[in-house]
């Protein structure tokens, strides 16, 4: 497969500038390169979910046009969305057999044998009768792979697959990965900026900067030459040293207390946090961490057990309640959870500040422009809020947070972010003084950041006292269950 | 500018279509358009009798509409503002019929027992969404049968005339709740259009000024992530039903006091649904009230006019009035659609 | 089992006939993530058409036809409205349910209380020979056959072909729909427009075979409401639709019945199908129902996951588009 001249611009933004490079099958190649250096965008054209501006996609030899990802994979090409595309109210049997061509009526038995024949083959542990909403991204990611492979492609695209899994679930995705190249002589195409995930597995790089494509290696190679590649130049990891002073008093206690909400159980949870300490939550998506952040803020109440915050039993009270206690609560998803779209940034302002019966606009007005000098905020106060980019609006939302926070329960707060903006969302929240408790997909942020770590698996939870005695492969050991 | 004369053109364009189609409906009735047009003119303009009854359609269907303005900004769809307006106007019934006390103290009485029987009831419909999860579409829609049956119940039973029930009215009210009216020719109560215009502005500037409103609108775009800004969102929503609501009730005891002197079967008449129209037709924009209410009160003024000396069914308000709606809500679209090309180019 | 049991069910099925038609119309158009919020001003518009169509060309064929695209055409200005233009579904829905049902008033008023054609009652043989059960279900027009045919090939369809797939994959994730080479819109286009046509065939079997004419107060206007929450009750599910639909006419008919028993005013007890709906639809988003199901053995649970799901499609009243 041959890319000659790609180039593709959303507004003002060129998010591919000229690319062209050969993948060669039997190979698996990682595309390296920060958010927004246009990876993905890329990765989208060749699997035919937008069209480029111009360039043009050559395969055995002859160029070819397709038009969607349809036709994309009836030439051969299947992409692997990091949150998988299929659908949940399906069966994994009725998943599968969607998308493939044949006559109105389902032939249910082939199928099945098909799906079957194919777990086997690759040792995945997929039950055709369950519903997909049931499953982990590692087996969704898992069922996508074997659609793919059932519909005929010899071009696999993953776009970040080791987001959100283990590390047993990566070495087998993994190995699978090496299998489809070597066996069945694929061409695979990682995409990810986990430079780990590259060294593993690829036999080839190449790295994205800025739309452009900037380099190719040939595997082995160093870490270093990689970052060098990725960065321009060599960034030095931050190191964080623990401020908790001993004896600080505790803001936030939680008692014998018992979560459930349909899925998942946490029975008993003896908890405390301390004022300024920093405590970061591991584990995969769905293991516990969003609903005991949510507890933490009032946002869901507990069966049993009473939770504390400041001393005071605020157990069973709204999230108002705790909200006047100094708890405030940020949701990852920026403008479903957190940002009202079609408000501007000074009626943003206003809602969290203007307190009193009539609102004083002026007043707001210029507090907005304040907090938009301060936070580095690429917009005016009159802007709707969703005018503005993902890292702006994360810029608005800290300055949204309070200074005088007892707590601030934080998911994900960097996510989707590049490395610059995240640190400097990092600067700004150590700097407010209050205890914080976040989430991250990110092991190596919940390492820099916590002064302790609490690992969530299905509703279990291990609490690491000092990070500085674990690593980031044992996080990885950890989010899998495997707690010893 | 450009982009102005698209859409005054389209919408242009829906009222001419509307129109047209109307037309064509009232020439299969062999009936001629022009005929009927100046029928309808007559009806709601000719002098200031009639001119009244515009205004007091008016009336209520402002009421009503304004209070939609706040519980559509707060992002709910309060359909069940007819069974509001109900509820109000069976509680100022029943003031009209047994509370003895001068007109001074009476009429007031009714219309505050209107507001507060619809803020109830419009609260209950707000409880059943925030506390049991029924859309306040379905249980609006069932609670403004369910009023309509009430209102029947108190008609046919506990408050049938003294002669026996004919299901059809009430007896009339006592004299002292006879609506004062401003002249021979104006024949409207000035009270009820001090408190419609009071409205109108005290909406509106609350809508613009205070918190309540900020946070209305909060709740309406993205009730989540109002309740992590610190908003109290099931507050907000319940308090939106019922301002809604007794403004409804307000309206419904209008409708009562002055229409009829007695309560009979579905007082609201519809008037509750047009409401719904009209915010619909404005996009929720308070300030646009009264004058788009003002034209389809005319509407509905001219066809009384129309069914007693042409013999057309006063369904042909309806008919209009929604035609007119339909056609402006699908026209905005097409020229949203051309604006949007033009930007893209 | 007495005959006079055995008779009234089966008034109950025959006069539940026009609501399970409906309800599966608007099921059909929902799983592919539209809302016709129409359906009251659509069935008597379609009922008054149908019927006038019938009496002024004799035949019930043309009525049930005519009936059908009108319903056809309101449901197409739903998805034109939502698809092409992104207007509010609901708003547009709305106003149609106002306008059809004025429309139906005023174009109705020369066909109020005239004689007119019914659709003949067709035992079927054999079949209602059975004791009991075919009395109920076997001794009724065609239209009751129509809608146990409808019930059966609907949910075939949906679950037990490859278009069915597509269909339900439209209302639940258009974006994987996509990806797979489904036309979201199209789909949505067609479902909409056979879903509004049953709505208006089943118009057509309140003035064509319930009760056959067009009335001043149409004792239908309401039922294009329960109708919608009755697809909520069904989860969406051709068969909890059906169900829900008898059960509720039947609850319906039990109380008419108590009233000649039952020493209570009688416009009270009109409220009851209301305060019914709202029930219904409280034991829903409340999840008893599904607490309910959580009583099933596992292996039952799973094989009859998709009747005893709840949840509607995940995209219900979304717009889709590419990119």
């Known amino acids: 497969m041959q890319l000659k001249n790609i180039h593709k611009r959303f507004g003002q933004v060129h998010a591919n500038n000229n690319i062209s490079v050969t993948f060669h099958p039997g190979r698996v190649i990682g595309i390296l390169g920060e958010n927004g250096a246009g990876k993905s965008t890329l990765m989208k054209i060749i699997a035919g979910y937008q069209p480029a501006d111009s360039g043009e996609i050559w395969l055995d030899g002859r160029p070819v046009n397709y038009h969607d990802p349809r036709d994309a994979i009836s030439h051969g090409i299947g992409m692997l969305q990091q949150d998988p595309l299929d659908i949940g109210a399906f069966s994994v049997l009725e998943n599968f057999v969607y998308g493939q061509s044949g006559g109105i009526l389902l032939n249910r038995k082939t199928s099945r044998q098909q799906l079957i024949a194919l777990c086997q083959q690759f040792n995945f542990e997929l039950d055709p009768d369950t519903p997909v909403s049931q499953l982990s991204i590692a087996q969704r990611q898992q069922l996508e792979i074997i659609r793919l492979l059932g519909l005929g492609v010899k071009v696999l695209i993953l776009d970040e697959p080791t987001t959100g899994i283990s590390a047993a679930q990566k070495e087998q995705l993994f190995n699978t990965l090496k299998r489809l190249a070597k066996e069945q002589n694929m061409t695979i195409l990682l995409v990810s900026h986990k430079l780990e995930d590259v060294l593993a597995l690829c036999d080839e790089v190449i790295v994205l900067r800025a739309g452009q494509l900037v380099g190719d290696m040939q595997m082995p190679t160093t870490k270093a030459a990689l970052v060098e590649l990725m960065f321009g130049a060599q960034i030095q990891p931050v190191k964080r040293e623990s401020r908790l002073q001993p004896n600080t008093p505790i803001v936030l206690d939680m008692q014998q207390v018992h979560l459930h909400d349909g899925r998942l159980d946490i029975p008993q949870i003896n908890f405390s946090l301390r004022a300024g300490e920093v405590i970061g939550l591991a584990g995969l998506d769905g293991s516990g961490q969003a609903l005991f952040m949510r507890a933490c803020a009032g946002l869901i109440k507990p069966h049993a057990g009473r939770v504390f915050v400041k001393g005071q039993d605020l157990t069973g009270q709204s999230y108002h309640q705790f909200n006047r206690s100094g708890v405030i609560f940020a949701a990852s998803g920026r403008l479903e959870e957190g940002l009202i779209a079609d408000m501007t940034l000074t009626e943003h302002i206003a809602l969290m500040y203007e307190q009193n019966t009539w609102i004083n606009w002026r007043r707001a007005h210029q507090f907005t422009q304040r907090q938009i000098e301060r936070f580095n905020v690429r917009g005016k106060p009159d802007d709707p809020i969703q005018a503005l980019s993902g890292g702006n609006q994360q810029r608005v939302l800290m300055g949204l947070l309070p200074e005088n926070a007892t707590a601030l329960i934080l998911e994900q707060p960097t996510r989707g972010l590049d490395v610059d903006s995240a640190r400097w969302i990092w600067d700004q929240l150590l700097t407010k003084n209050s205890a914080i408790i976040y989430s991250s997909a990110d092991l190596d942020e919940i390492m820099t950041y916590s002064d302790r770590i609490i690992v969530f698996y299905a509703g279990r939870m291990k609490v690491i006292d000092d990070p500085h005695q674990v690593t980031v492969s044992d996080l990885g050991h950890y989010i899998g269950g495997d707690f010893s | 500018m450009r982009e102005r004369l698209i859409r005054l053109g389209f919408t242009s364009g829906a009222l001419i279509l509307a129109l047209g189609v109307t037309a064509l409906l009232i020439s299969m009735f062999d009936h001629s358009p022009i005929d009927v047009l100046e029928t309808a003119w007559d009806g709601a303009f000719k002098d200031g009798r009639r001119f009244s009854a515009v205004v007091n359609f008016w009336i209520p269907l402002t009421l009503a509409s304004i209070g939609l303005v706040v519980t559509f900004t707060a992002g709910l769809w309060n359909i069940g503002i007819e069974g509001q307006m109900i509820i109000g106007a069976v509680c100022a019934s029943w003031a009209g019929l047994y509370f003895e006390a001068p007109s001074v103290i009476l009429i007031p009485t009714c219309i505050l027992l209107g507001a507060i029987g619809g803020m109830l009831w419009g609260m209950l419909a707000g409880l059943l969404k925030l506390r049991f999860g029924v859309h306040e579409i379905f249980g609006g829609v069932a609670l403004n049968f369910i009023a309509a049956n009430i209102a029947i119940y108190f008609i046919s039973g506990p408050w049938q005339p003294p002669e026996g029930g004919s299901a059809q009215s009430t007896p009339p009210f006592q004299a002292a709740a006879t609506l004062p009216r401003i002249s021979d020719d104006l024949q409207f109560n000035l009270l009820f259009l001090l408190i419609t215009i009071g409205a109108i502005i005290a909406i509106g500037l609350l809508l613009m000024f205070t918190r309540w409103g900020l946070t209305l609108r909060a709740v309406g775009k993205n009730a989540q992530s109002a309740l992590l800004l610190g908003v109290r969102t099931e507050r907000v929503t319940l308090s939106a039903f019922m301002v809604c609501g007794a403004l409804g009730g307000i309206a419904g005891a209008h409708r009562v006091l002055q229409a009829y002197s007695s309560l009979r079967p579905s007082p609201a008449g519809g008037i509750g649904f047009l409401a719904l129209l009209v915010v619909l037709l404005i996009s929720f924009r308070a300030w646009w009230v009264p004058f788009i209410a003002f034209a389809l009160a005319a509407i509905i003024a001219g066809s009384t006019r129309v069914k007693t000396l042409l013999q057309l069914d006063q369904s042909l308000a309806g008919v209009l009035q929604g035609l007119i709606v339909l056609t402006i809500l699908i026209f905005n679209g097409l020229a949203d659609r051309l604006t949007r090309k033009d930007h893209h180019e | ?323």
């Open chain 3, 1 to 323: 089992m007495s005959d006079a049991l055995v008779n009234s069910l089966n008034s109950i099925v025959a006069a539940t006939t026009p609501l399970v038609i409906a309800s599966i119309g608007e099921t059909i158009t929902e799983r592919a993530g539209v809302i016709n919020l129409s359906l009251n001003g659509s069935i008597l518009l379609a009922a008054m058409a149908g019927f006038a169509a019938a009496q002024t060309s004799n035949s019930v064929i043309i009525g049930i036809g005519v009936a059908a695209m009108i319903g056809a055409a309101v449901a197409l200005i739903i998805a034109f409205a939502a698809i092409e233009l992104r207007r509010d579904q609901v708003a547009i829905g709305f106003v149609l349910t106002i306008l059809t049902a004025d429309l139906a008033t005023f174009l109705g008023k020369p066909y109020v209380n005239i004689p007119g054609p019914r659709i003949p009652n067709m035992p079927i043989p054999l079949l209602s020979d059975i004791p009991v059960v075919g009395r109920i279900f076997f001794d009724h027009d065609l239209m009751v056959y129509f809608s146990f045919a409808l019930v059966l090939m609907s949910w075939y369809w949906m679950f037990h072909t490859r278009y069915g797939l597509a269909l339900r994959a439209v209302g639940e994730n258009p974006q994987a729909a996509f990806a797979r080479g489904t036309k979201v819109n199209y789909q949505r286009y067609i479902y909409t427009i056979i879903g509004g046509a049953l709505v208006g065939v089943a118009g057509a079997a309140y003035s064509l075979s319930v009760k056959a004419g067009w009335f001043a107060n149409a004792p239908m206007d309401g039922d294009g409401w329960i109708a919608l929450a009755i697809v909520i009750f069904g989860g969406w599910h051709p068969f909890r639709v059906i169900l829900g639909a008898y059960l509720f006419a039947a609850l319906r008919r039990i109380v008419a019945d108590l009233q000649s028993t039952v020493d209570f005013p009688l416009v009270l007890l009109n409220t009851l199908p209301w305060i019914l709906m709202i029930l219904t639809l409280m034991m829903v988003s409340s999840g008893t129902l599904e607490r309910l199901t959580r009583l099933l053995p596992a292996r039952l649970q799973r094989q009859f996951r998709n009747v005893l799901r709840s949840d509607p499609p995940a995209a219900i009243g979304t717009r889709f588009d590419k990119n």
